[in-house]
């Protein structure tokens, strides 16, 4: 049974920065994309894409809001998945997901269905 979990999340102060962790067991994910994912406080909040990256990792995407601050990497090896965030801003507040695509050898991210995800880390951003 593959499983996905996330760590890293904490409560920081605006400007400050977090490295997220994904482990993923029970699968190798050296050919599956890997996504960032989250979902704010705010009522009425669908979950959205933060950072996605290629299972090849020649292609990433950034959310617009999140470019410039965070960075999405990878570690086959580890079967880890990571996300940096510079400079954190009370809008980062979230509950941050982290997903493995479910189909080997093709892109997978926001908008796409289907795929592993973990339980959650909270991150929060206070002014």
């Known amino acids: 049974q593959v499983q996905v979990v996330e760590s890293g999340g904490a409560s920081v102060q605006a400007g400050e920065f977090l490295r997220l962790s994904c482990t993923v067991v029970g699968l190798d994910v050296t050919d599956f994309s890997l996504g960032w994912f989250r979902r704010s406080p705010v009522p009425g909040s669908g979950r959205e894409g933060v950072?996605?990256?290629?299972?090849?990792?020649?292609?990433?995407y950034y959310k617009d809001s999140v470019k410039g601050r965070f960075t999405i990497s990878r570690d086959n090896a580890k079967n880890t998945l990571y996300l940096q965030m510079n400079d954190l801003k009370p809008e980062d507040t979230a509950m941050y997901y982290c997903?493995?695509?479910?189909?080997?050898?093709?892109?997978?991210?926001?908008?796409?269905?289907?795929?592993?995800w973990g339980q959650g880390t909270q991150v929060t951003v206070s002014s």
């Open positions: 997903a493995v695509g479910p189909t080997p050898r093709e892109w997978f991210c926001a908008g796409h269905s289907g795929g592993t």
């Open positions: 950072a996605c990256i290629m299972y090849d990792d020649l292609y990433t």
